[in-house]
Protein backbone atom coordinates (compact mmCIF):
# COMPACT_ATOMS: atom_id res chain seq x y z
CA UNK A 1 0.00 0.00 0.00
CA UNK A 2 3.27 2.28 -1.19
CA UNK A 3 3.88 3.24 2.40
CA UNK A 4 0.40 4.63 3.87
CA UNK A 5 -0.81 3.34 6.90
CA UNK A 6 -4.19 4.09 8.51
CA UNK A 7 -5.12 3.66 11.97
CA UNK A 8 -7.34 2.51 13.52
CA UNK A 9 -7.85 -0.08 11.12
CA UNK A 10 -11.65 -0.85 12.88
CA UNK A 11 -13.69 1.37 14.98
CA UNK A 12 -16.92 1.31 16.88
CA UNK A 13 -18.52 4.28 18.56
CA UNK A 14 -21.89 5.28 19.41
CA UNK A 15 -23.38 8.47 18.14
CA UNK A 16 -21.99 11.57 19.44
CA UNK A 17 -18.65 10.47 20.56
CA UNK A 18 -15.66 12.49 18.43
CA UNK A 19 -13.73 10.26 16.60
CA UNK A 20 -10.58 10.17 14.71
CA UNK A 21 -8.79 8.84 12.15
CA UNK A 22 -4.91 9.05 11.43
CA UNK A 23 -3.13 8.63 7.72
CA UNK A 24 0.35 8.48 8.32
CA UNK A 25 2.78 8.19 4.96
CA UNK A 26 6.73 7.30 4.57
CA UNK A 27 6.92 8.85 0.68
CA UNK A 28 7.01 12.67 1.68
CA UNK A 29 4.42 12.91 -0.99
CA UNK A 30 2.70 16.67 -0.63
CA UNK A 31 -1.10 15.82 -1.39
CA UNK A 32 -3.00 13.35 0.81
CA UNK A 33 -6.62 12.82 0.62
CA UNK A 34 -9.67 11.46 2.71
CA UNK A 35 -12.22 9.61 1.15
CA UNK A 36 -15.14 7.63 2.04
CA UNK A 37 -16.55 4.41 0.52
CA UNK A 38 -20.00 3.37 0.38
CA UNK A 39 -22.33 0.79 -1.86
CA UNK A 40 -23.53 2.59 -4.45
CA UNK A 41 -21.73 5.76 -4.51
CA UNK A 42 -17.97 4.53 -4.80
CA UNK A 43 -15.62 6.76 -3.46
CA UNK A 44 -16.17 10.48 -2.53
CA UNK A 45 -13.84 12.83 -1.20
CA UNK A 46 -14.03 14.79 1.70
CA UNK A 47 -11.14 16.67 2.41
CA UNK A 48 -7.42 16.95 1.16
CA UNK A 49 -4.46 18.86 1.65
CA UNK A 50 -1.85 20.47 -0.72
CA UNK A 51 0.70 20.60 2.22
CA UNK A 52 1.29 21.32 5.96
CA UNK A 53 -1.43 23.04 7.43
CA UNK A 54 -3.04 23.49 3.90
CA UNK A 55 -6.32 21.51 3.18
CA UNK A 56 -9.39 22.16 1.45
CA UNK A 57 -13.31 20.46 1.38
CA UNK A 58 -14.40 18.06 -0.95
CA UNK A 59 -17.74 17.00 -1.95
CA UNK A 60 -19.01 15.74 1.25
CA UNK A 61 -17.05 17.94 4.20
CA UNK A 62 -19.84 18.08 6.65
CA UNK A 63 -19.31 16.98 9.64
CA UNK A 64 -15.89 16.46 9.08
CA UNK A 65 -12.16 18.18 9.80
CA UNK A 66 -8.91 17.51 9.21
CA UNK A 67 -5.75 18.77 10.35
CA UNK A 68 -1.71 18.33 8.82
CA UNK A 69 0.88 19.61 10.83
CA UNK A 70 3.20 17.41 9.38
CA UNK A 71 4.20 16.11 5.99
CA UNK A 72 3.86 12.31 6.95
CA UNK A 73 0.19 12.53 9.04
CA UNK A 74 -3.16 13.18 7.81
CA UNK A 75 -5.92 13.48 10.31
CA UNK A 76 -9.67 13.06 9.79
CA UNK A 77 -11.66 13.92 12.83
CA UNK A 78 -15.25 13.78 12.96
CA UNK A 79 -16.29 16.03 16.05
CA UNK A 80 -19.40 14.12 16.72
CA UNK A 81 -20.36 10.81 14.99
CA UNK A 82 -23.24 9.55 13.64
CA UNK A 83 -24.78 6.38 12.67
CA UNK A 84 -24.89 7.88 8.59
CA UNK A 85 -20.72 8.54 8.47
CA UNK A 86 -20.73 5.01 9.07
CA UNK A 87 -17.98 4.14 6.54
CA UNK A 88 -15.18 2.46 5.15
CA UNK A 89 -12.36 6.06 5.12
CA UNK A 90 -9.76 5.92 2.75
CA UNK A 91 -6.57 7.70 2.55
CA UNK A 92 -4.92 8.21 -0.42
CA UNK A 93 -1.62 10.10 -1.59
CA UNK A 94 -0.19 11.20 -4.39
CA UNK A 95 3.41 13.05 -5.35
CA UNK A 96 2.21 15.71 -7.17
CA UNK A 97 -1.22 17.68 -8.20
CA UNK A 98 -1.48 15.03 -11.75
CA UNK A 99 0.38 12.52 -10.28
CA UNK A 100 -1.05 9.04 -9.76
CA UNK A 101 -2.98 8.82 -6.26
CA UNK A 102 -2.02 5.78 -4.03
CA UNK A 103 -4.41 4.40 -1.56
CA UNK A 104 -4.03 3.26 1.96
CA UNK A 105 -5.79 0.11 3.40
CA UNK A 106 -8.74 1.59 4.92
CA UNK A 107 -10.61 2.45 8.17
CA UNK A 108 -13.62 -0.20 8.95
CA UNK A 109 -15.90 2.71 11.30
CA UNK A 110 -19.40 1.50 12.57
CA UNK A 111 -21.68 4.44 14.45
CA UNK A 112 -23.98 2.81 16.70
CA UNK B 1 -24.61 15.12 -7.35
CA UNK B 2 -22.79 11.90 -9.30
CA UNK B 3 -20.70 13.24 -12.05
CA UNK B 4 -19.79 9.97 -12.77
CA UNK B 5 -21.80 7.57 -14.32
CA UNK B 6 -20.87 3.66 -14.17
CA UNK B 7 -22.29 0.69 -15.65
CA UNK B 8 -23.48 -2.18 -15.10
CA UNK B 9 -23.36 -2.06 -11.46
CA UNK B 10 -22.21 -6.27 -11.68
CA UNK B 11 -20.73 -8.11 -14.41
CA UNK B 12 -20.18 -11.54 -14.75
CA UNK B 13 -17.69 -13.20 -17.37
CA UNK B 14 -16.45 -16.25 -18.38
CA UNK B 15 -12.82 -17.44 -17.77
CA UNK B 16 -11.14 -15.82 -21.33
CA UNK B 17 -14.21 -13.51 -22.35
CA UNK B 18 -14.47 -9.93 -22.69
CA UNK B 19 -15.34 -7.71 -19.96
CA UNK B 20 -16.44 -4.61 -20.37
CA UNK B 21 -16.99 -1.36 -17.80
CA UNK B 22 -18.91 1.97 -19.31
CA UNK B 23 -18.49 5.19 -17.67
CA UNK B 24 -20.39 8.53 -18.87
CA UNK B 25 -19.17 11.89 -17.53
CA UNK B 26 -21.19 15.55 -17.62
CA UNK B 27 -17.87 17.89 -16.21
CA UNK B 28 -16.25 18.99 -19.50
CA UNK B 29 -13.29 20.79 -17.47
CA UNK B 30 -12.37 16.78 -16.76
CA UNK B 31 -8.75 16.10 -17.99
CA UNK B 32 -7.54 13.09 -16.73
CA UNK B 33 -9.40 9.64 -16.32
CA UNK B 34 -7.53 6.64 -14.44
CA UNK B 35 -9.82 3.16 -13.57
CA UNK B 36 -9.22 1.76 -10.51
CA UNK B 37 -9.05 -1.68 -9.12
CA UNK B 38 -10.08 -3.18 -5.60
CA UNK B 39 -9.74 -6.10 -4.36
CA UNK B 40 -11.84 -7.25 -0.96
CA UNK B 41 -10.55 -5.65 2.29
CA UNK B 42 -7.58 -3.70 0.24
CA UNK B 43 -7.61 -0.11 -0.77
CA UNK B 44 -8.41 0.48 -4.97
CA UNK B 45 -5.16 0.95 -6.88
CA UNK B 46 -4.58 2.21 -10.25
CA UNK B 47 -4.63 -0.22 -13.06
CA UNK B 48 -4.62 2.37 -16.19
CA UNK B 49 -5.50 6.04 -17.35
CA UNK B 50 -6.10 7.88 -19.83
CA UNK B 51 -6.15 12.06 -21.01
CA UNK B 52 -8.56 13.47 -23.36
CA UNK B 53 -5.91 13.66 -26.21
CA UNK B 54 -5.68 9.99 -27.30
CA UNK B 55 -8.51 8.22 -28.11
CA UNK B 56 -7.49 5.05 -26.54
CA UNK B 57 -4.76 3.04 -24.10
CA UNK B 58 -3.70 -0.40 -24.12
CA UNK B 59 -1.96 -2.23 -21.48
CA UNK B 60 -1.25 -5.38 -21.54
CA UNK B 61 -5.33 -7.29 -21.39
CA UNK B 62 -6.56 -3.70 -20.11
CA UNK B 63 -7.64 -1.13 -22.66
CA UNK B 64 -9.42 2.04 -22.30
CA UNK B 65 -11.63 3.69 -25.11
CA UNK B 66 -12.28 7.25 -24.54
CA UNK B 67 -15.04 9.04 -26.99
CA UNK B 68 -14.27 13.06 -25.85
CA UNK B 69 -17.38 13.86 -28.10
CA UNK B 70 -20.17 11.34 -26.54
CA UNK B 71 -18.08 11.82 -22.82
CA UNK B 72 -17.75 8.27 -22.40
CA UNK B 73 -14.88 6.16 -22.17
CA UNK B 74 -15.31 2.28 -21.07
CA UNK B 75 -12.26 -0.30 -19.56
CA UNK B 76 -12.24 -3.45 -21.62
CA UNK B 77 -10.29 -6.72 -20.15
CA UNK B 78 -9.53 -8.96 -22.89
CA UNK B 79 -8.98 -12.45 -21.70
CA UNK B 80 -10.52 -12.37 -18.76
CA UNK B 81 -9.28 -14.62 -16.06
CA UNK B 82 -10.52 -15.36 -12.34
CA UNK B 83 -7.97 -13.23 -11.06
CA UNK B 84 -9.36 -10.19 -12.71
CA UNK B 85 -12.52 -10.66 -10.00
CA UNK B 86 -12.45 -7.51 -7.95
CA UNK B 87 -14.24 -3.97 -8.22
CA UNK B 88 -13.49 -1.47 -10.95
CA UNK B 89 -14.04 1.81 -10.76
CA UNK B 90 -13.51 4.75 -12.92
CA UNK B 91 -12.97 8.26 -12.10
CA UNK B 92 -12.24 11.82 -13.35
CA UNK B 93 -10.71 14.80 -11.96
CA UNK B 94 -9.71 18.39 -13.37
CA UNK B 95 -5.92 18.31 -11.89
CA UNK B 96 -6.49 21.52 -10.28
CA UNK B 97 -3.48 23.36 -8.64
CA UNK B 98 -4.19 22.83 -5.27
CA UNK B 99 -4.37 18.36 -5.74
CA UNK B 100 -6.31 16.03 -8.16
CA UNK B 101 -10.12 16.12 -6.99
CA UNK B 102 -11.10 12.17 -8.28
CA UNK B 103 -14.57 11.73 -8.59
CA UNK B 104 -15.68 8.36 -9.06
CA UNK B 105 -17.89 6.28 -10.14
CA UNK B 106 -20.43 3.59 -8.38
CA UNK B 107 -18.24 0.79 -8.96
CA UNK B 108 -18.26 -2.40 -10.91
CA UNK B 109 -18.11 -5.75 -9.20
CA UNK B 110 -16.74 -8.30 -11.88
CA UNK B 111 -16.70 -11.91 -11.45
CA UNK B 112 -15.06 -14.16 -13.93
CA UNK B 113 -15.74 -17.80 -13.77
CA UNK B 114 -13.33 -20.20 -13.82
Known amino acids: DAGITQSPRHKVTETGTPVTLRCHQT?????MYWYRQDPGHGLRLIHYSYGVKDTDKGEVSDGYSVSRSKTEDFLLTLESATSSQTSVYFCAISEGREETQYFGPGTRLLVL | QQQVKQSPQSLIVQKGGISIINCAYE??????FPWYQQFPGKGPALLIAIRPDVSEKKEGRFTISFNKSAKQFSLHIMDSQPGDSATYFC?????????????FGEGTQLTVNP
Open chain 2, 27 to 32: NTAFDY
Open chain 1, 27 to 31: ENHRY
Open chain 2, 91 to 103: AASTGETSGSRLT
